[in-house]
């Protein structure tokens, strides 16, 4: 069964740290990979993904992740956080084989980032 | 710029009113979703259009009807509201292959009084 686990529902880290927000999933085909954030009252925004090729892939407001296919993981990370990163971050996991249209969510991270 | 739109943002209704939402996109995008989501939770998928092809999930309420008259547009039709149905509506569009990314309206936050 495909299913996506992130561990973590918060995530704390001061402002101009470096923040990980992991994420591991279970496909039985290869793995489309994908992060969303959704700031408060708002609708949820992609920020990567990754299909194929290089495993580290770079998106949205310089967050990238990468994907680790023997550790099943697609960490979403950044080198250096920002007060307005502090949001709510979904992982979110597609099963490549044939043509399936629907997503596997993730339950959530909730990330603050401190001043 | 091309986007999804939902209206409305705010919707209040009163136990068994029927209600209905709706979703436009100029994206042009083949596939249409509709998302229930209930404070910072997972989105939970209702359903979801390959064109003109419905697909209804196994665990979506039969309260809970699509309609989609057009590529353009999407209604969600609640027939009668329970107090349960109170939650954030999210319609989203993507393109008909599965690598394709979904783009997301803003949400419409329904009340049910």
């Known amino acids: 069964a495909q299913s996506v686990a992130q561990p973590e529902d918060q995530v704390n880290v001061a402002e101009g740290n470096p923040l990980t927000v992991k994420c591991t999933y279970s496909v039985s085909g290869n793995p489309y990979l994908f992060w969303y954030v959704q700031y408060p009252n708002r609708g949820l925004q992609f920020l990567l993904k990754?299909?194929?090729?290089d495993n580290l892939v770079k998106g949205s407001y310089g967050f990238e992740a990468e994907f680790n296919k023997s550790q099943t993981s697609f960490h979403l990370k950044k080198p250096s956080a920002l007060v307005s990163d502090s949001a709510l971050y979904f992982c979110?996991?597609?099963?490549?084989?044939?043509?399936?249209?629907?997503?596997?969510w993730g339950l959530g991270t909730s990330l603050a980032v401190n001043p | 710029d091309a986007m999804v739109i939902q209206n409305p943002r705010y919707q209040v209704t009163q136990f068994g009113k029927p209600v209905t939402l709706s979703c436009s996109q100029t994206l042009n995008h083949n596939v249409m979703y509709w998302y229930q989501q209930k404070s910072s939770q997972a989105p939970k998928l209702l359903f979801h259009?390959?064109?003109?092809?419905?697909?209804n999930e196994a665990d979506t309420p039969d309260n809970f009807q699509s309609r989609r008259p057009n590529t353009s547009f999407c209604f969600l039709d609640i027939r009668s509201p329970g107090l349960g149905d109170a939650a954030m509506y999210l319609c989203?569009?993507?393109?008909?292959?599965?690598?394709?990314?979904?783009?997301f309206g803003p949400g419409t936050r329904l009340t049910v009084t």
């Open positions: 989203a569009t993507s393109r008909t292959d599965s690598s394709y990314e979904q783009y």
């Open positions: 259009y390959y064109d003109k092809d419905f697909n």
């Open positions: 990754y299909i194929t090729g």
């Open positions: 979110a996991v597609r099963d490549g084989a044939g043509n399936n249209r629907k997503l596997i």
